[in-house]
């Protein structure tokens, strides 16, 4: 009941978040506009999850006595890709896709026996929608702020522990998340349209699997290096 109510809290706030979007999309074109209106950022994305660790009985795991396992995850990376749009000098609608993935782990205990290890990785494909305040939108140094809404898809991962012929594969739901993010875009000259581009972003979620895996917090920081384009 708990996680329903969770996912409905989630879900109301993201449309929030998706309508201030919507808002800036809708903003009066009539006023001052950029000699760059359209930006393009493409990235490399690095990941540090925050996690915390869960402890579970692992379902059919052979063992003497009650077998355990913990589950955790670590960094990963990716890439990311987005286009804003300028509709104010300040204000910007953004639309973006970001394919990244973390490591994620977990340990068989089983009484009377050596803990054993085994990890793989969580793939997660991310569509984003949000918006940003540019605070020095006439500068060569563009810095900006915001926030967006994801829906993140997950892919399953699947754990092997020889010692004992136990694998299990866990399947995680999909959410629909939301974060924030501030970054600044550095053109190479005062004129150029291409420039150096850094971000760095917090977002709130979960990992909510099948298998007995509970949910596991994992709210990310992502650091965002790369390079765009504005015209």
Excluded at 29 to 37: C, G, K, L, P, T
Excluded at 54 to 73: E, H, K, M, R, Y
Excluded at 190 to 211: C, H, I, N, T
Aim: charged share 20%; proline share 4%; aromatic share 18%.
């Amino acid at each position: 009941m708990s996680r329903s109510i969770n996912k409905k809290i989630k879900f109301a706030v993201a449309l929030g978040i998706a309508a201030l979007a919507l808002q800036f999309a809708g903003a009066t074109v009539a006023s001052a506009q950029d000699e760059f209106a359209w930006i393009t950022r493409l990235h490399y994305v690095h990941v540090w999850p925050g996690s915390d660790t869960v402890t579970f009985v692992p379902p059919g795991a052979p063992g003497p006595g009650l077998v355990t396992s913990d589950f955790w995850v670590d960094g990963g990376n990716g890439f990311n890709a987005e286009v804003e749009y300028k509709f104010q000098p300040r204000f910007g609608a953004f639309f973006g896709l970001t394919f990244d993935n973390m490591k994620t782990n977990m340990s068989y205990d089983a009484l009377g026996s050596q803990i054993l290890y085994s990890n793989d990785r969580v793939d997660m494909r991310q569509i984003n929608l949000g918006g940003n305040y540019h605070f020095t939108p006439e500068s060569r140094f563009d810095f900006y702020a915001g926030a967006f809404v994801s829906w993140v898809g997950y892919s399953s991962s699947t754990f092997y522990f020889p010692e004992v012929d136990y694998d299990l594969q866990v399947k995680y739901d999909d959410e629909l998340a939301w974060g924030v993010n501030a970054g600044a875009d550095f053109a190479f000259s005062e004129s150029s349209p291409w420039f150096a581009s850094v971000q760095v972003r917090y977002m709130w979620l979960a990992l909510e699997g099948d298998s007995n895996v509970e949910k596991l917090t994992v709210d990310p920081t992502k650091g965002y290096f790369g390079i765009g384009y504005r015209w």
